[in-house]
């Protein structure tokens, strides 16, 4: 249906009512006898005002009319005009209660409760009771809450329960306290009560949970119409559209003009897929008069499927308006704009930045949080910086402004908060406030706010509980101590004051009070995740791993787990190096969306540790996929340079570089990679293009010294290796370092820094055998054998030095102490040429030349053309009198100066023979 036909529809119905001639009264009780059909209610009563304005009873009526049709700010009007002309009756304060409800007035609310309760009925009061412990819970009134909650006809028997779980709600903790209210039985407490509850978890967008709370309250009031299109509200935001259009189907034919329930008919058929159908219903809706922005969702993304543009951007135009930021609606629109020529397809330009007053907030409350999510800060950072260039309105407007620069870590988004509420007296906001305070070290300011709140709302326990919260961070323990004691006095199961002193004794080393404290959490919480670490703790320090390992299995068998939690808890099982266990219970949890960081770090590890690396760099890329986080790509390029895959490295890098192409950090890590896979001069060339920061100066410099040592331009780089070394005196710079002296023949400094380095990592056998190499080279063949058998201690089997300290032993003509060496090493090393030509040679020195010269041949069978084991082979036979094999050997030589003198022995020998 176009615009054009609702327009004359409306006009139709408008003159249907003038001509009408019947009295305002029977207008007035037609409407009333509507029930359900607001928009028909409208109409009449409307017609009926025309003739009777200052009429107060038809006033009310149509308030009444415009709150069923959930267009709360008319019926706001209309019941103010209503009260104004002298509204007589006492059950106005429900009709009252309900709109304030739904605009969200609690406040007000509170006040219009309080005024008027001492008139009503003892019916209405009850009714009126709840909307109070509503509005008491939002408002952050729990003491008030629970008080209150004693007067309903509540079973003694779990009145505890449900104040507990209260006292959760109102820490935010909604999930923890629906789990109470669950294992109680449907006795527990009256129909009412349930309602209360469903709207209470609806209203925070626990809808799944409130279902079985508004199916127990519709199974005892069957009539109730209310109750039917909460429960299909529920149905349809939890995707449950089948059971949603059962409940709406029955009800529309009683009250076809029912805007609302066509609007959760349309939506239910759009979500089944049946554009027509839910097409159908939206226009009608909106027809009815109806404005709820799910009727311009659905119309919008229909028509964007169905390629009408116009149409679509039309609808979505306005219904964004209404949207939190990261609903589809807001992408939808994008790409109609794109596809109408509207925009340039982006918001990376910086004309839409230039044009920021005319992109919605919330549209660039989420284009912000995205760039986030992918890593982009520098981009986030820029729309941030032109939101705050905008002059912001409301006060709803203004706090996301500020949890948003809270969340990029600027200072100016705490200083946006306080200024919203650090004079408010409604103690939620305030609480909020005193948090961010305290996690920003703000503990002066936090201090003042609440000792504002203990004089407006004296002996509620949050504000025990924060200000244990600053004198902990202050070092005062024992005001903490008092504080969190006397939360406790007022609420003995409080979760916070009991995980206080569980961690208090832990910190103690009382490792049985915490366990004993742990566990009296977790008698109602099961899956209270603090309480389940401060226990695994607290047995681990009794010497109880078996225990421990067993209680973190049992945990994580319970069903109210979150993921989260289950992740924490898997962590600690391969803190035990249970992997096969751990394995089990991750391998599940790939199933869900949106796998937080810690999902990936466990998955990653895992494989890493079943020494699979592919399988650790596909969970990053997966990871990196899915999330868009940057680290996951750090973590995979950390790996690939372990694999010396330089070139995969690099293309990492060149991914989150498409990004931000500027980024220092990813420049120089590429830079880094160039000089280790040999691309010296082109590393060089990069990091001349790095804008380098004092984050990252340091950095700079020791790769442009790697780079400049391996393009020889060692004056240069000794410097900046020098610096690096001393800053970070790592294997890897040590060993830069000392290419660098041994390149420029710098023995002396070489000796220093390999002695320096062993000094202080005393396990590096690669360091000691190269010490031991420049002691051989400088004729220090004693202190070459004392570092070999500093080797042999830290690896009894090691081959260079079992053979190198055989070889310098026979330098010294100590041939007796060099054959246990020499025949350990052929013993175990009987494949290397080289080391089984040291054991002929130890025997050559032994006179035990048969022997020799059968290890000379095992040695030529392995390398036949080594010149210096031919040498030795060639001395031996002529040494044994067989003059033609040696010189056959010898006939193989090439005779250069470095082995002139000995070719020249073996020549005399076999002359002489």
């Not at 508004?214 to 005892?220: G, I, K, L, R, T």
């Not at 529309?252 to 058929?269: I, W």
Request: some cysteine.
């Amino acid at each position: 249906m176009n615009k054009g036909i609702v327009v004359l529809l409306s006009i139709a119905l408008v003159l249907a009512g003038c001509s009408d001639n019947r009295s305002p009264e029977d207008l007035y009780n037609e409407a009333i006898t509507a029930k359900a059909d607001y928009s028909k209610a409208i109409v009449l009563l409307k017609n009926a005002i025309t003739l009777e304005p200052e009429n107060a009873k038809y006033r009310m009526a149509l308030a009444e009319a415009y709150k069923g049709m959930g267009n709360a700010l008319s019926a706001e009007k209309e019941f103010n005009r209503s009260m104004e002309l002298g509204f007589i009756g006492d059950d106005y304060l429900t009709l009252q209660s309900e709109i304030l409800l739904q605009l969200g007035s609690y406040d007000e609310l509170l006040v219009a409760i309080s005024d008027y309760q001492e008139r009503s009925s003892e019916e209405l009061i009850n009714k009126q009771n709840l909307y109070k412990l509503l509005s008491y819970l939002y408002v952050g009134e729990a003491s008030k809450a629970k008080q209150l909650l004693k007067g309903f006809d509540v079973n003694e028997q779990y009145a505890e329960h449900i104040s507990t779980a209260m006292s959760l709600a109102f820490n935010n903790e909604i999930e923890k306290a629906n789990n109470i209210l669950l294992e109680l039985p449907t006795n527990a407490y009256p129909p009412e009560f349930s309602l209360f509850w469903g709207k209470y978890l609806a209203t925070n967008e626990k809808h799944g949970e409130a279902i079985p709370y508004f199916e127990y309250y519709n199974s005892s009031h069957i009539q109730n119409g209310e109750i039917k299109l909460a429960l299909a509200r529920s149905y349809v935001a939890t995707d449950q559209v089948d059971a949603a259009i059962n409940v709406l189907t029955p009800f529309l034919k009683s009250y076809p003009n029912n805007s609302m329930a066509t609007t959760l008919f349309a939506v239910g058929h759009f979500k089944k897929g049946d554009f027509d159908t839910a097409s159908e219903y939206a226009e009608k809706s909106l027809s009815l008069g109806n404005s709820d922005v799910r009727n311009r969702v659905v119309l919008g993304l229909i028509n964007f499927k169905e390629v009408r543009y116009e149409q679509a951007y039309t609808h979505l135009k306005i219904a964004i308006n209404n949207l939190p930021s990261g609903h589809a609606a807001h992408q939808i629109l994008w790409a109609t704009q794109i596809e109408l020529g509207e925009q340039s397809g982006s918001f990376d330009d910086e004309e839409t930045l230039a044009n920021i007053n005319n992109i919605d907030l919330p549209v660039l409350a989420n284009w912000a949080r995205v760039s986030l999510t992918e890593g982009d800060y520098s981009k986030a950072n820029r729309i941030l910086n032109s939101i705050n260039s905008i002059k912001i309105g409301s006060e709803y407007e203004q706090a996301k402004v500020g949890e948003l620069n809270l969340l990029m870590g600027k200072a100016e988004g705490l200083e946006q908060l306080y200024n919203l509420y650090s004079n408010s007296p409604i103690l939620r906001k305030s609480v909020f406030l005193i948090k961010q305070l305290i996690g920003a070290n703000d503990f002066e300011r936090a201090q003042q706010q609440i000792d504002r709140l203990k004089e407006i709302h004296a002996g509620e326990g949050v504000l025990h509980f924060l200000q244990g919260i600053v004198s902990s961070k202050q070092g005062d323990n024992s005001r903490a101590d008092d504080e969190f004691k006397t939360l406790l006095g007022l609420e003995p199961e409080n979760i916070f004051g009991n995980m206080y002193f569980a961690n208090s004794a832990l910190k103690k080393q009382e490792f049985e009070q915490a366990i004993s404290l742990s566990d009296k959490v977790l008698s109602s919480q099961k899956a209270y995740l603090p309480a389940l670490l401060i226990k695994n703790k607290g047995l681990v320090g009794l010497g109880k791993e078996d225990e421990a390992l067993e209680h973190v299995l049992t945990a994580l068998a319970v069903p109210e787990l979150n993921l989260v939690a289950k992740l924490q808890l898997i962590r600690i099982l391969h803190q035990f190096k249970k992997y096969d266990e751990a394995r089990a219970y991750l391998a599940p949890l790939v199933e869900n969306k949106n796998l937080p960081k810690l999902y990936w770090q466990l998955a990653a590890n895992d494989a890493l540790q079943t020494n699979d690396p592919d399988k650790a760099l596909d969970i990053y890329e997966q990871w990196y996929l899915q999330n868009g986080e940057p680290e996951a790509i750090f973590r995979k390029v950390h790996l690939l340079e372990q694999k010396k895959a330089y070139s995969e490295a690099m293309a990492d890098i060149d991914r989150l570089l498409a990004l931000d192409a500027d980024n220092a950090h990813m420049n120089t890590l590429k830079a880094h990679y160039l000089v280790l896979s040999g691309e010296a001069l082109q590393a060089l060339e990069l990091l001349d293009k790095v804008t380098v920061n004092e984050a990252i100066k340091a950095n700079v410099s020791g790769i442009r010294g790697k780079a400049l040592n391996r393009i020889q331009r060692y004056e240069e780089a000794l410097p900046l290796l020098s610096a690096e070394y001393k800053r970070r005196p790592t294997r890897a710079n040590m060993f830069e370092l000392y290419r660098l002296f041994k390149s420029t023949k710098q023995t002396s400094a070489s000796l220093n820094l390999l002695e320096q380095y062993i000094s202080n990592s005393p396990t590096d056998l690669t360091a000691y055998l190269l010490l031991a190499e420049q002691y051989e080279q400088n004729t220090r063949n004693k202190d070459a054998v004392s570092v070999y058998k500093k080797v042999l201690e830290l690896d009894s089997e090691n081959m260079v030095a079992l053979n190198n300290i055989a070889n310098s032993y026979l330098r010294q003509s100590q041939a007796a102490l060099a054959a246990p060496y020499a025949e350990k090493a052929s013993g175990l090393y009987s494949g290397s040429a080289e080391v089984l030509n040291t054991q002929g040679n130890v025997l050559l020195a032994l006179n035990k030349t048969d022997q020799a010269i059968n290890w000379f041949d095992k040695a030529l069978s392995i390398a036949p053309s080594n010149q210096a084991i031919i040498l030795d082979a060639a001395l031996a036979h002529a040494m044994k009198g067989n003059t033609e094999k040696s010189q056959q050997l010898l006939s193989q030589v090439t005779e250069s100066k470095k082995n002139k003198q000995k070719v020249d022995e073996i020549k005399a020998l076999n002359g002489s023979i």
